[in-house]
């Protein structure tokens, strides 16, 4: 069964750094490409940032491009999300997502998520 799983989130600063980690198993990881989003509460779902599965183009929302940085590591089957800079409207419960790079133009797998929460 393919399986996303998040971890990394929890209670930081305004200002702090941490990074998110997404564990997938169950699929050819590097015939995915990945991606993050978010919803805070109260809000819809939003695209966080994305990255092709030969690492060759990523893209990112505009409220997150100079503090974001997504990455993946095809040999541990994982992708990450360093955020630095934090700011008290990132909190939100994290998604890491993947599609099949060749024929998919919507992501068909998504993790349980993980609660990042910004103290001002």
């Known amino acids: 069964q393919v399986s996303l799983v998040e971890s990394g989130g929890g209670l930081v600063q305004a200002g702090a750094s941490l990074r998110l980690s997404c564990a997938a198993s169950?699929?050819?990881?590097?015939?995915?490409?990945m991606g993050w989003f978010r919803q805070a509460p109260g809000k819809e779902r939003e695209f966080v940032a994305s990255?092709?599965?030969?690492?060759?183009?990523?893209r990112y929302a505009d409220s997150v491009k100079g503090r974001f940085t997504i990455s993946r590591d095809n040999a541990k089957n994982t992708v990450y999300l360093q955020i630095n800079s934090v700011k008290p409207e990132d909190t939100a419960s994290y998604y890491c997502?993947?599609?099949?790079?060749?024929?998919?133009?919507?992501?068909?797998?998504w993790g349980r998520g993980t609660q990042v929460t910004v103290s001002s």
């Open positions: 997502a993947g599609k099949f790079a060749v024929v998919s133009t919507r992501y068909q797998y």
């Open positions: 990255i092709t599965r030969n690492s060759g183009t990523t």
């Open positions: 169950g699929l050819t990881f590097s015939s995915y490409d």
